[in-house]
């Protein structure tokens, strides 16, 4: 009864936040609080083009944000889950959609749907259904989607290559790939930056590798619990993924992934292994794409885009209700879409973008997005329960010292078993 309650007084909450008094409402003396991990060089610049659009609109809505630095999130998530459980939410926060956004969040009843705004806001018109169905559990809707990202791409430094005659094509096999990583590494050139710091930097390098080798069907029967982790294809893709730790830097585990990114920016590496906010950080060094820089599928995964959509959600006691409702309309707006995602790397959701705007890459990542399969990251939330992430985290850990395949997919079996994956 108290919780009807409690979810009828949050409805009328949020729908006068939809009606006329809202802009009043987030006018004078307000707070918004956003959390995120947008703390690199690259995302942060892209998080303040959402600051900024904000503030323009709302002056008198001081705007806290509450990003804790960690990529992917891997850090920020458990200050958020300690938040969530005392009681002390921020307006919205960021989160992929799948596991992560239920899972974590909805499952906890921690925030609530934002169907509403679909509506009022023309949203279910212009945002592709597929993308909606991700982050929808039965009518209702519980995310904003700033952004999507393709988590599947190898960056490279054109200078480099070009000095050691090296040509990367439209695709890359992995063989082409160990063969220009030999002929650098002879020269005394880094061939892979990594920055594993955060493990989830390497797990997604083994996230793309494994893609690269199993394909679309294969990721999904793996994912939808049809195939093993100890398959045969795993046990290759973890041999492949090996091979590829043979190229990377040695200090990797000391950087941060948009360190690992720096390093070919300035030369020091020739190629990085990364979703594509590493562009907002090759971008913000001043670089040329096509001139300074240069992308390609990562091995094996043309014609896949591995999704890690950024949204954010409204948290269920949001302190701040108005201003963090205005905060989402504003978020999903072309405008801001537009200005968001050419700082951030990642496309827009809406279909109705000036995609005259977009820039090389951002049209090169929608083509794309338009016709691959499109597939949902593990390391990136979506695909697997949190449990999972920190099972493959730890897996891979051990497996970076020990490089054993049959131990790496064996533990692989049990965390897919015991955080209920193969359901
Ligand atoms: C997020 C991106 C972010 C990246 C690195 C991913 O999980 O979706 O927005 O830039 O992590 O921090």
């Known amino acids: 009864m108290k919780k009807l309650f409690c979810v009828a007084i949050l409805w009328t909450a949020l729908l006068s936040a939809l009606g006329p008094t809202r802009v009043a409402n987030a006018a004078q003396n307000k707070q918004l609080e956003v959390f995120s991990w947008w703390t690199s060089g690259g995302e942060a610049m892209a998080l303040e083009s959402l600051f900024q659009a904000y503030k323009n609109k709302y002056p008198g809505v001081e705007v806290l944000n509450a990003a804790v630095t960690g990529g992917g999130g891997s850090a920020a998530r458990p200050v958020l ?16 959609p799948g596991h992560e956004l239920f899972g974590q969040y909805v499952q906890g009843d921690y925030c609530v749907p934002v169907t509403v705004l679909y509506r009022s806001e023309g949203w279910d018109r212009v945002v592709p259904q597929g993308l909606i169905d991700r982050v929808s559990k039965g009518s209702e809707i519980y995310a904003v989607i700033a952004g999507v990202h393709r988590g599947n791409v190898l960056w490279y430094n054109k200078k480099v290559l070009e000095k050691y005659k090296i040509e990367v094509g439209d695709t890359l096999s992995f063989e082409q790939f160990f063969s220009a990583a030999q002929k650098l590494k002879a020269a005394g050139v880094v061939p892979l930056a990594m920055g594993d710091a955060g493990l989830w930097a390497t797990a997604q390098l083994f996230e793309n590798t494994l893609l690269g080798v199993l394909g679309p069907k294969g990721w999904q029967e793996l994912f939808g619990g049809q195939r093993m982790f100890d398959d045969p294809r795993v046990k290759e893709a973890a041999r492949l993924y090996g091979r590829m730790l043979d190229y990377q830097n040695a200090d990797h585990s000391a950087l941060s992934w948009d360190q690992a990114v720096r390093r070919v920016i300035h030369g020091k590496a020739a190629f990085t292994a990364m979703g594509d906010w590493a562009y907002s950080e090759l971008v913000k060094a001043g670089l040329k794409e096509s001139h300074n820089f240069g992308w390609v599928s990562f091995p094996g995964t043309e014609g896949t885009f591995l999704v890690v959509a950024d949204g954010f959600t409204l948290a269920k006691d949001a302190p701040n209700i108005a201003e963090a409702v205005a ?35 951002q049209q090169w990542s929608m083509a794309s997005f338009q016709h691959d399969a499109l597939l949902a990251s593990c390391v990136h939330g979506e695909a697997a329960p949190a449990t999972f992430q920190r099972e493959l985290n730890d897996a891979i850990s051990m497996f970076v010292a020990d490089r054993n395949v049959e131990r790496f997919t064996g533990a692989l079996v049990q965390a897919a078993g015991a955080s209920g994956l193969l359901k």
Not at 328 to 354: C, Y
């Open 81 to 96: 889950q300690t938040r969530l459980a005392a009681g002390d939410p921020p307006d919205v926060w960021q989160v992929h």
């Open 327 to 361: 905060w989402l309309e504003m978020v999903g707006s072309k405008e801001a879409q537009e200005a968001f995602n050419a700082l951030k790397g990642s496309i827009p959701v809406r279909t109705d973008v000036d995609k005259g705007k977009l820039d090389i890459y």
